[in-house]
């Protein structure tokens, strides 16, 4: 298959999976225990019969399943997302894009530190091999991946916000400033950093390991035959190798880390799109859960067709076989 028929599925797809995504969205919020009159107004208030109907019908609670979802992919096909209950009526797709900067400022800040962490520390790991700085780097490693990310963002909240006070605790700026409506760098590097920690382990094993195993290859025995400094071995002829499988792993792990924006989001009071979805749910708010899910949800599928595209690129064979 070429790489134009490739792309050109690949988004043929799409809607297909957005549909079933959305489906799949609507059933798990019908089947939850919450009743969503009272997310709307409050657990504490004391609503009529009457009132608690006219709230339902107004929202569209009354009606089946079947006829809610048809409606809202009748609208979804104009353009509509609907209106989302906690933003108080407000459009769902003029909340998402609000949000979606601050959002994609902290995923695209944490994949670039995992990246070029996991890249830097896992090749330092392979070229020494057995020594006590490769010993160093696994241990962390290990222990990010057990450390669970709402213990480390509480942590880091802790000695750099509030005990070392190196770094602001949360939001996006000083509320004091006169330009607070923009991300201030002080304000996102220890969401970044915490985000990009649950996946940093992974990347830095996944290059250590992949090249050890290519560093024992032919063509780098080859290469070392011929008399080249280790150094020139390792990062003309090995790593090269090794960074094909990298780039896919960097979009399947992308989805780890929209999902992970939720409670880091939550920790450090980031206004993006995961603390809006943790509001949603907590609300109920289906119009807005589906919008934020769908959103997720082309990212993922776009992050993971750009790997595959770059897969391609990088790998010769790849090309030649798919010509």
């Given at each position: ?52 109907a006219e709230i339902a019908q107004t929202w569209g609670f009354d009606q089946p399943l079947p006829e809610r979802f048809g409606r809202w992919v009748w609208n979804v096909a104009h353009g509509d997302l609907g209106n989302s ?239």
């Amino acid at each position: 298959m070429s790489l134009r028929r490739m792309v050109v599925r690949r988004l043929a797809v799409l809607p297909l999976i957005l549909l079933a995504v959305a489906a799949t969205t609507f059933v798990l919020a019908e089947v939850s225990p919450f009743d969503p009159v009272e997310a709307y107004v409050g657990a504490e208030t004391q609503l009529s019969p009457e009132r608690r109907a006219e709230i339902a019908q107004t929202w569209g609670f009354d009606q089946p399943l079947p006829e809610r979802f048809g409606r809202w992919v009748w609208n979804v096909a104009h353009g509509d997302l609907g209106n989302s209950v906690v933003a108080g009526g407000q459009p769902v797709a003029g909340e998402i894009v609000s949000r979606a900067g601050s959002s994609l400022a902290l995923v695209g800040g944490a994949l670039a530190l995992v990246l070029l962490g996991g890249l830097l520390f896992g090749t330092l790991a392979a070229a020494l091999r057995g020594t006590v700085v490769d010993w160093v780097i696994r241990t962390l490693s290990y222990f990010s991946t057990a450390a669970p990310s709402f213990w480390v963002g509480l942590l880091a909240l802790y000695v750099f916000a509030i005990e070392l006070d190196w770094l602001p605790a949360g939001g996006t700026s000083d509320p004091r400033a006169a330009g607070s409506a923009s991300v201030d760098f002080s304000h996102i590097v220890l969401p970044m950093a915490v985000l990009a920690m649950t996946q940093f382990a992974w990347f830095t094993l996944f290059v250590r390991n992949t090249l050890l195993e290519v560093l024992r290859e032919d063509h780098v025995q080859f290469a070392r035959a011929l008399g080249l400094r280790e150094t020139t071995v390792l990062l003309r002829h090995a790593l090269p190798t090794a960074l094909i499988p990298f780039v896919t792993l960097a979009g399947v792990n992308l989805a780890e880390l929209i999902g992970g924006t939720i409670l880091i989001e939550s920790i450090f009071g980031w206004p993006g799109l995961g603390l809006l979805a943790l509001d949603a749910a907590r609300g109920e708010d289906i119009p807005m859960i589906v919008g934020i899910t769908l959103a997720a949800s082309i990212l993922v599928v776009l992050g993971n067709l750009l790997a595959d595209v770059a897969y391609r690129v990088l790998d010769p064979r790849v090309r030649e076989a798919t010509a």
